[in-house]
């Protein structure tokens, strides 16, 4: 167990729709990185947050978002979605910015349908 | 820009074997290196890490992989395959601009043969 949470495990919803996946990081960590795992694009970084503030951006679309709260888990939002964005999403979460670590969650898979 | 490159998306090991999965990664600093291991239907659990300590790095499961900068080559090894020992191997390099995100290989999938 990494100690990083996400939830829910499983979401499959339909094409247009938008849905939150959530991740809480390990106590004490402050950055959550999130990615996107899919057959074509492999893992792929989409966003970080540090201490809630965002840190930086990979390939995340438009139609995607997240937010870190003062809580410090963090949110992502994925909102118009398309067949293609049926995938595997992980946070992951680290204690500071050192790259020493990141403790990956079990990941949420989403099925768009 | 870093970038990391597994030779080999399919590796097959007789049970017992030695098992050898390539890893070179591209950077202009000296890199943070990572090693995870994905089994179907799980997260990413890290195998192991070379943080420029020593070059060469154990990690749990009886692997270890050899850091040699001349080679920009991060290869993981384990003595003999163990059937649990199939999976899904990504190697990863910690981006040294900032963010400190992972930038990784597209994988190698492990398969061992009894």
């Not at chain 1, 410090?72 to 204690?95: I, K, P, Q, T, W």
């Not at chain 1, 990941?107 to 768009?112: E, K, M, S």
Request: hydrophobic share 35%; glycine share 8%.
């Amino acid at each position: 167990d990494s100690g990083v949470t996400q939830t829910p495990k499983h979401l499959i919803t339909a094409t247009g729709q938008r849905v939150t996946l959530r991740c809480s990081p390990r106590s004490g960590d402050l950055s959550v990185y999130w990615y996107q795992q899919s057959l074509d694009q492999g893992l792929q970084f989409l966003i970080q947050y540090y201490n809630g503030e965002e840190r930086a951006k990979g390939n995340i679309l438009e139609r995607f978002s997240a937010q870190q709260f003062p809580d410090l888990h963090s949110e992502l939002n994925l909102s118009s979605l398309e067949l293609g964005d049926s995938a595997l999403y992980f946070c992951a979460s680290s204690v500071d910015l050192t790259g020493t670590e990141a403790f990956f969650g079990q990941g949420t898979r989403l099925t768009v349908v | 820009a870093q970038s990391v490159t597994q030779l080999g998306s399919h590796v097959s090991v007789s049970e017992g074997a030695l098992v050898l999965l390539r890893c070179n990664y591209s950077s202009s600093v000296p890199p943070y290196l990572f090693w995870y291991v994905q089994y179907p239907n799980q997260g990413l659990q890290l195998l192991l890490k070379y943080t420029s300590a020593a070059t060469l790095v154990k990690g749990i499961n009886g692997f270890e992989a050899e850091f040699k900068k001349s080679e920009t080559s991060f290869h993981l090894t384990k003595p003999s395959a163990h059937m649990s020992d199939a999976a899904e191997y990504f190697c990863a390099v910690s981006d040294s601009s900032g963010t400190y995100k992972y930038i990784f290989g597209t994988g190698t999938r492990l398969k061992v043969l009894a």
